[in-house]
């Protein structure tokens, strides 16, 4: 199935996210006519984006000649109360609302929407290159059609999976959607470390990004777990042992990611409020 519905997608938020959706819809076959975009400032890609699909982007809408098939709702969570009554405004009996913000559950959308079709997911960024894994749970109201455009929608930027438990979307927030930036954490300090060995700064940089591009690839590619994957970098007495060594195994980087990952759990939790 291509996403379709019955009437215009709506996106609030041409921001990162919102941007990177809306590219792999249209690059999946989407009619750009059939777009709408709320967006005070687009972030500049996104702007190119719109302007070479012919899409208007208008900073507040206030009234639609059709209510909105979906509404795509990409906005920071912190300005979401703001957003929200302006939205429910334009949606009709049908509309299906999909938001994306971290930590905002569905009962806030229900609030300003009662009776409203919700689905709430976590994308991440890899969505960019049609890679991310998005997350997704629905409520009550949305019909088996409705999750499956739901599905369509998402899909076009990479893997769908559906909870039926909406207090997951914390932890999966906390793993996957704010996870991206884990890894680039890595390939930053590794590529200063690089540095710091006496290595130069851009022979250091490109190590560090091939290093970790080609061990995702690995990684994805392979039958291997990754902790197999691990093993068999490691040689005993070997180079590698004696940075794991530092490292610290549990006691080390599993407990700080431990940790890392309970605070983002907990961040999100406190979005909710
Ligand atoms: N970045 C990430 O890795 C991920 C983000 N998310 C979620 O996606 C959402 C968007 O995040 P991200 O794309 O990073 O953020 P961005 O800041 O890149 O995008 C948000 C966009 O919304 C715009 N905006 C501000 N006010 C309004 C308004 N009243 N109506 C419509 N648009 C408005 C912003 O404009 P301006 O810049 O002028 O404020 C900006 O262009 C967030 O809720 C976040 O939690 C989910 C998964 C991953
Ligand atoms: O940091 C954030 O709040 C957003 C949600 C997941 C990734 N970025």
Not at 174 to 179: F, N, R, Y
Not at 190 to 204: F, H, I, Q, S
Request: proline share 7%; net charge negative.
């Amino acid at each position: 199935m291509t996403f379709t519905s019955q009437g215009p997608l709506l996106l609030a938020g041409a921001g990162k996210m919102g941007g990177a959706i809306l590219e792999g819809l249209l690059a999946r076959g989407l009619d750009p006519r059939t777009v709408i975009v709320q967006d005070p400032d687009p972030a500049p890609a996104v702007g190119d984006l719109l302007a070479d699909n012919g899409i208007d982007v208008l900073p507040f809408i206030d009234e639609l000649t059709q209510p909105p098939g979906v509404i795509l709702i990409a906005v920071k969570p912190q300005i979401m109360e703001a957003v929200l009554p302006g939205l429910a405004k334009l949606a009709g009996p049908h509309t299906l609302v999909v938001s994306i913000a971290a930590g905002r559950r569905l009962a806030s959308f229900e609030k300003f929407m009662p009776g409203a079709a919700v689905v709430r997911a976590m994308p991440n960024t890899p969505a960019a290159i049609r890679r991310g894994i998005t997350v997704a749970v629905a409520n009550k109201r949305v019909t088996p059609v409705q999750r499956a455009f739901a599905d369509d929608l998402l899909s076009a930027v990479g893997e769908v999976l559906w909870v039926d438990d909406e207090a997951l979307l914390d932890p999966v927030t906390a793993v996957s959607g704010s996870g991206p930036a884990y890894v680039f954490l890595l390939a930053e300090c590794l590529a200063e470390a690089g540095r710091a060995a006496g290595l130069d700064a851009k022979l250091a940089a490109q190590l560090a990004r091939a290093t970790v591009a080609g061990s995702g690839a690995l990684l994805e590619q392979s039958d291997l777990s990754a902790e197999q994957l691990r093993k068999n970098v490691t040689s005993p007495g070997g180079t590698t042992a004696a940075a794991l060594e530092v490292l610290g195994g549990v006691d080390g980087l599993q407990k700080l990611m431990t940790a890392a990952v309970a605070a983002a759990t907990k961040r999100g939790r406190d979005l909710a409020k």
